[in-house]
Nanobody
Framework: EVQLVESGGGLVQPGGSLRLSCAASGFTFDDYAMSWVRQAPGKGLEWVSSIYSYISNTYYADSVKGRFTISTDNAKNTVYLQMNSLKSEDTAVYYC?????????????WGQGTQVTVSS
């Protein structure tokens, strides 16, 4: 059974940092791309970042480029999102998601989400 469990969210002041973690199990972790997707209050899903660890490539939305860093620890089957210089507009529920092996640019499993609130 595939499981994705996020942690690390919380309340942080503007300009602060947080590191989100997503522990994965139930599949061969380094065979699949992993992504972070967020949903701000009252808005739709927004893709944030993806990592293709098997080819060492990372991708970022323009809104987070230069501030967020995605990485993996394949020994721990964990994907991280280091978030620096946080802004109020980064407030959202953050989900990690596993690449679908069937449909391009789609996800077949999601975590339960972790809340990030950026506020003074």
């Amino acid at each position: 059974e595939v499981q994705l469990v996020e942690s690390g969210g919380g309340l942080v002041q503007p300009g602060g940092s947080l590191r989100l973690s997503c522990a994965a199990s139930g599949f061969t972790f380094d065979d699949y791309a992993m992504s972070w997707v967020r949903q701000a209050p009252g808005k739709g899903l927004e893709w944030v970042s993806s990592i293709y660890s098997y080819i060492s490539n990372t991708y970022y939305a323009d809104s987070v480029k230069g501030r967020f860093t995605i990485s993996t620890d394949n020994a721990k089957n964990t994907v991280y999102l280091q978030m620096n210089s946080l802004k109020s507009e980064d407030t959202a529920v953050y989900y990690c998601a596993k690449e679908s092996p069937v449909v391009a640019d789609a996800y077949d499993y999601w975590g339960q989400g972790t809340q990030v609130t950026v506020s003074s």
